[in-house]
C-alpha cells in the first residue's frame, strides 16, 4: 500500500521492541540486498512512519500511537553466510545437511 519506490524490495519485519509506556516502538527490518538498497530501503521506511502510525491508530485501541524508529537488523544475513560456510565444509565428502 506504500507507494514508494524505496520500498520495492521484500521487507521482513523481524522484532518489534516497545517502550514500557508504548510511546516509543523500535522495529527490527531485514531485506535481501546491497548495502545502497538496504539505506534505500531504511529511508523510505522512515519516510512512512507516518503512514504506518496512522495505519496502526485505525487498528489498536491506544491513547498514544507509539513513534516508530527503524532498525536494520542483519541476523538473516548472519544465519545465510553461517548456512554457506557450513556447507563449504560438508563439501569435503562429508554427509550434506540436506541429504536424507
Same mark, same amino acid.
Given at each position: 500500500?506504500? =507507494?514508494?519506490?524505496?520500498?520495492?524490495?521484500? %521487507? @521482513?519485519? #523481524? *522484532?518489534?521492541? #516497545?517502550?514500557?509506556?508504548?510511546?516509543? @516502538? =523500535? %522495529?527490527? %527490518?531485514?531485506?535481501?540486498?546491497? *548495502?545502497? *538498497?538496504?539505506? =534505500? #530501503?531504511?529511508?523510505?521506511? %522512515? @519516510?512512512?512512519?507516518?503512514?504506518?502510525?496512522? =495505519?496502526? @491508530?485505525?487498528?489498536?485501541?491506544?491513547?498514544? +500511537? /507509539?513513534?516508530?524508529?527503524?532498525?536494520?537488523?542483519?541476523? +538473516?544475513?548472519?544465519? #545465510?553466510?553461517?548456512?554457506?560456510? +557450513?556447507?563449504?565444509?560438508?563439501?569435503?565428502?562429508? /554427509?550434506?545437511?540436506?541429504?536424507?
Amino acid at each position: 500500500q506504500v =507507494k514508494d519506490p524505496r520500498l520495492d524490495s521484500f %521487507v @521482513a519485519v #523481524t *522484532e518489534v521492541s #516497545t517502550s514500557p509506556d508504548l510511546r516509543y @516502538a =523500535k %522495529v527490527f %527490518v531485514s531485506c535481501m540486498g546491497s *548495502e545502497e *538498497e538496504r539505506r =534505500k #530501503t531504511l529511508s523510505g521506511l %522512515v @519516510a512512512a512512519s507516518g503512514f504506518f502510525r496512522n =495505519k496502526l @491508530a485505525r487498528r489498536l485501541r491506544l491513547r498514544r +500511537i /507509539p513513534e516508530l524508529s527503524f532498525q536494520w537488523d542483519d541476523s +538473516i544475513e548472519r544465519g #545465510t553466510h553461517l548456512l554457506q560456510l +557450513i556447507d563449504e565444509v560438508s563439501a569435503d565428502g562429508t /554427509p550434506d545437511r540436506h541429504s536424507d
